[in-house]
């Protein structure tokens, strides 16, 4: 029997059905009583960091039967136009920005044969069932909060690090103990609607995820989506020094100063000041957001220029007309570099689709 081990003691896993974003719930609530036991009345902060829906594909069999046979009918292809109309209504997505094409390399769905389809609906059921039991956990973490009188006052955070992973790398017997299975870039392009490309790459499909915040006692409405380049990951941390009360860097002189700020104006209804640039960089790939515009490089190839305002979906690469504010961009990204130590090279990653 495999051995875990927390805070430097080992636990056993159980027999029969286990599965570990179950078990980090299990641990959260615990830290949560413990915490809330030792001091009633300071703050706590809790990175509550599930397992799924990371690769690879593992779930629960009752929650992949709920979902088997439900994305055979349509496909990627029709579901990402489903979605992308609910993202328009929604008002998460603005005309003129349209929907990206689905990425070259990744066959029409109707173009499979019906095992290719089977197999495909089956990844996507495991998958699915993986965020199913990522919502039972949050419904079970959220019951926890109002058991200790302490939903009311609790700030949530909720996002994931980066874009849909478009590597296709299938191992063993899908779902099967040690097997390991992506979903590929198929369903990744579903899963990154309406942008392009994936994790790896700095075009939004890689770098724009959902981030909600959800404050009872003092955010407003929960309806509210705001559009403006306001906020960034860098951000999270002054926001919850703030409200613990901590003064940074503290007694540690020797850290860096903190280049974001704190979101706690926004969650009250107050606008801030957009940062100056919103920079990405990973393995050779950049990419740099100043008011709305954008660049990004692909696979170390040329700088694309976006005008975000209008094309969000960066379907529309602007550096040929607009030269100036490219050399203006390019320059802002430069000097960045220059002063953060950024060095360049690798390449980003992007799988062909891979057939069965």
């Excluded at 790939?285 to 692909?298: L, P, Q, V």
Aim: proline share 7%; glycine share 8%.
């Amino acid at each position: 029997m495999r051995q875990f081990h927390l805070d430097g003691k080992p636990f056993s896993k159980p027999a029969g059905d286990w599965y570990l974003t179950d078990k980090n719930t299990d641990f959260a609530m615990k830290f949560l009583e413990e915490e809330k036991q030792k001091n009633p009345s300071k703050p706590i902060f809790l990175y509550f960091a599930l397992n799924a829906p990371h690769n690879p594909l593992h779930a629960l069999a009752k929650d992949v039967a709920i979902y088997r046979g439900k994305y055979k009918a349509k496909g990627w292809d029709v579901l990402r136009q489903e979605r992308f109309d609910r993202q328009v209504n929604m008002g998460l997505i603005d005309p003129p920005s349209i929907l990206s094409p689905r990425t070259p390399g990744i066959p029409a769905w109707k173009d499979l044969g019906s095992r290719e389809q089977d197999i495909e609906d089956h990844v996507m059921a495991v998958y699915a069932g993986m965020m199913d039991n990522v919502d039972q956990n949050v419904g079970r973490m959220m019951a926890k909060l109002k058991e200790l009188d302490m939903y009311d006052n609790t700030l949530f955070m909720f996002l994931s690090d980066n874009g849909s992973d478009g590597e296709s790398h299938r191992g063993g017997q899908l779902n099967a103990p040690g097997s390991n299975w992506q979903r590929g870039s198929g369903w990744a392009n579903l899963g990154n609607t309406p942008f392009r490309h994936y994790k790896f790459n700095q075009h939004n499909g890689g770098i724009c995820t959902p981030f909600f915040a959800w404050w009872p006692n003092v955010i407003v409405s929960d309806k509210k989506i705001e559009k403006t380049f306001s906020g960034q990951i860098i951000d999270l941390m002054p926001t919850i020094n703030e409200l613990a009360g901590w003064k940074y860097p503290g007694k540690f002189a020797s850290l860096p100063p903190l280049e974001g700020k704190s979101l706690v104006p926004l969650f009250e209804g107050k606008p801030i000041a957009p940062h100056e640039a919103i920079v990405a960089h990973l393995k050779g790939e950049e990419s740099m957001i100043s008011g709305n515009w954008k660049i990004t490089s692909f696979k170390n190839d040329q700088w694309e220029l976006y005008n975000l305002e209008t094309d969000i979906t960066e379907n529309k690469d602007l550096s040929k007309q607009e030269p100036e504010i490219l050399a203006s961009m390019i320059s802002k990204w430069n000097a960045y570099r220059k002063n953060h130590n950024i060095s360049t090279g690798g390449g980003g990653r992007v799988a062909p689709y891979v057939p069965h």
